[in-house]
């Protein structure tokens, strides 16, 4: 497939394509519609930002409109977090368009009065988090006996988060017949046990290295004093172009940061888990459409963050694992852009700098602070290895002359900064 026009699409959805620009399938679009049209189970994996909503929306919404829809639920998409179920109900829209196909939010953060009107109005989909849609189904207040679809999204975020239990349960209250289309950035352990439990013989579908960010973000290291970070961060906001995605640690470092670069004069805007929804709503469509020029987020917040044109991502705050690392850098670098991805790290943290790089095959670019931030002597140290001390069945005093030195209790090369 080399253009949606060559899909047996619903005219009503082909004008709806080419209204949003959409005539060139991505890699992940042209390998996982086509067979999930035909009806069959999806795995995919690909980095964000590879057209993955698309690719379960189009087959999804197209299916519905092939058989007459009873009453009740007949969709379901699972996201991690409100904000990315709220985009996904967004390009939902767009392409159900005129088609007669509506969708209901389920989300937790927002009022359920609204939610539940909406399905008992005849919502076909439901685009929910695992949380509340649960909540709904163990209180009888929906019914997913009719669904027909039932799509993960950024299922490994998912089970991060701990929803595997409820996603099991709310697999369990859908029929067994139903098509699975499973999507997500990498397939790890527990990810692969829920593939090979509950989505049986499905067409794989896999694009790129899912293990490391993507060609076209240059991934920068700047080996600085904590002190220094927030200056660093001041001065490429004065002579860096674009906006800029910026992740904290802790909330309550997302959210000092933030005030911090708002009196420097950037407009920025936090967002995480503490955050009403429209806080949260506020700020990211604030960043979307231009107005704050800078986002400050957490790691629970990164997946719902599905904004086109991200020029820079700062590591401000190391991530806690390497595969975070990974999705907070492919925020930038969406749809065959350019982006940048800089992380500050102090002398203290270069073994986890060395953990993620080689966790990822990766290396990134040693970069020089400016002058006037880390004075005139910055250097970035190499790095050498020195071969541990081995036991032996002599004392550590016999093999030394009488000097007492370190033991290891492992063979294994020590790693020393000089």
């Given at each position: 497939?080399?253009?949606?026009?060559?899909?047996?699409?619903?005219?009503?959805?082909?004008?709806?394509?080419?209204?949003?620009?959409?005539?060139?399938?991505?890699?992940?679009?042209?390998?996982?519609?086509?067979?999930?049209?035909?009806?069959?189970?999806?795995?995919?994996?690909?980095?964000?930002?590879?057209?993955?909503?698309?690719?379960?929306?189009?087959?999804?919404?197209?299916?519905?409109?092939?058989?007459?829809?009873?009453?009740?639920?007949?969709?379901?998409?699972?996201?991690?977090?409100?904000?990315?179920?709220?985009?996904?109900?967004?390009?939902?829209?767009?392409?159900?368009?005129?088609?007669?196909?509506?969708?209901?939010?389920?989300?937790?953060?927002?009022?359920?009065?609204?939610?539940?009107?909406?399905?008992?109005?005849?919502?076909?989909?439901?685009?929910?988090?695992?949380?509340?849609?649960?909540?709904?189904?163990?209180?009888?207040?929906?019914?997913?006996?009719?669904?027909?679809?039932?799509?993960?999204?950024?299922?490994?975020?998912?089970?991060?988060?701990?929803?595997?239990?409820?996603?099991?349960?709310?697999?369990?209250?859908?029929?067994?017949?139903?098509?699975?289309?499973?999507?997500?950035?990498?397939?790890?352990?527990?990810?692969?046990?829920?593939?090979?439990?509950?989505?049986?013989?499905?067409?794989?579908?896999?694009?790129?290295?899912?293990?490391?960010?993507?060609?076209?973000?240059?991934?920068?290291?700047?080996?600085?004093?904590?002190?220094?970070?927030?200056?660093?961060?001041?001065?490429?906001?004065?002579?860096?172009?674009?906006?800029?995605?910026?992740?904290?640690?802790?909330?309550?470092?997302?959210?000092?940061?933030?005030?911090?670069?708002?009196?420097?004069?950037?407009?920025?805007?936090?967002?995480?888990?503490?955050?009403?929804?429209?806080?949260?709503?506020?700020?990211?469509?604030?960043?979307?459409?231009?107005?704050?020029?800078?986002?400050?987020?957490?790691?629970?917040?990164?997946?719902?963050?599905?904004?086109?044109?991200?020029?820079?991502?700062?590591?401000?705050?190391?991530?806690?694992?390497?595969?975070?690392?990974?999705?907070?850098?492919?925020?930038?670098?969406?749809?065959?852009?350019?982006?940048?991805?800089?992380?500050?790290?102090?002398?203290?943290?270069?073994?986890?700098?060395?953990?993620?790089?080689?966790a990822l095959s990766i290396r990134?670019?040693?970069?020089?602070?400016?002058?006037?931030?880390?004075g005139e002597n910055q250097t970035?140290?190499?790095?050498?290895?020195?071969?541990?001390?081995?036991?032996?069945?002599?004392?550590?005093?016999?093999?030394?002359?009488?000097?007492?030195?370190?033991?290891?209790?492992?063979?294994?090369?020590?790693?020393?900064?000089?």
């Open positions: 497939m080399n253009n949606f026009s060559e899909l047996a699409l619903s005219p009503v959805l082909q004008t709806n394509l080419l209204k949003h620009g959409f005539t060139k399938p991505t890699p992940v679009q042209e390998l996982a519609i086509e067979p999930a049209l035909a009806g069959r189970n999806v795995v995919a994996t690909a980095q964000t930002g590879t057209g993955k909503t698309l690719a379960f929306v189009l087959p999804l919404v197209q299916s519905l409109l092939a058989e007459p829809a009873p009453k009740g639920v007949r969709a379901v998409i699972l996201s991690p977090t409100r904000e990315l179920a709220i985009q996904i109900h967004a390009a939902f829209s767009k392409i159900a368009h005129g088609t007669g196909i509506r969708a209901a939010i389920v989300v937790g953060g927002l009022g359920e009065n609204p939610q539940l009107q909406s399905i008992r109005k005849g919502a076909q989909v439901v685009i929910a988090t695992p949380g509340r849609l649960y909540d709904f189904l163990s209180r009888q207040l929906v019914n997913l006996g009719a669904v027909k679809i039932l799509v993960l999204d950024e299922a490994d975020r998912m089970l991060d988060m701990g929803f595997l239990p409820t996603i099991k349960r709310i697999m369990a209250a859908t029929p067994a017949g139903r098509q699975t289309l499973f999507f997500s950035a990498t397939i790890e352990t527990s990810v692969r046990h829920l593939v090979e439990t509950h989505v049986p013989n499905a067409v794989r579908v896999e694009v790129g290295s899912t293990t490391r960010p993507v060609e076209q973000v240059d991934l920068r290291l700047y080996e600085i004093e904590s002190s220094q970070k927030l200056p660093l961060l001041e001065s490429m906001l004065q002579t860096e172009m674009g906006s800029f995605l910026v992740f904290a640690h802790t909330k309550h470092g997302a959210d000092r940061l933030a005030k911090q670069l708002s009196r420097s004069g950037a407009k920025t805007a936090a967002i995480h888990g503490d955050r009403s929804q429209s806080q949260r709503n506020q700020a990211l469509k604030g960043f979307q459409d231009g107005y704050y020029r800078v986002l400050v987020a957490t790691d629970v917040a990164a997946r719902g963050i599905h904004v086109e044109g991200i020029s820079h991502v700062v590591n401000y705050d190391l991530p806690q694992v390497p595969e975070d690392f990974i999705h907070r850098v492919g925020r930038t670098g969406r749809a065959g852009a350019h982006g940048t991805a800089s992380t500050f790290a102090t002398r203290m943290e270069r073994s986890e700098i060395s953990k993620i790089e080689r990134m670019t040693r970069q020089l602070a400016p002058k006037e931030i880390v970035m140290a190499p790095i050498v290895e020195i071969a541990a001390a081995v036991r032996y069945d002599r004392t550590p005093q016999q093999r030394t002359g009488g000097k007492l030195l370190f033991r290891s209790r492992n063979r294994r090369p020590v790693r020393r900064a000089i």
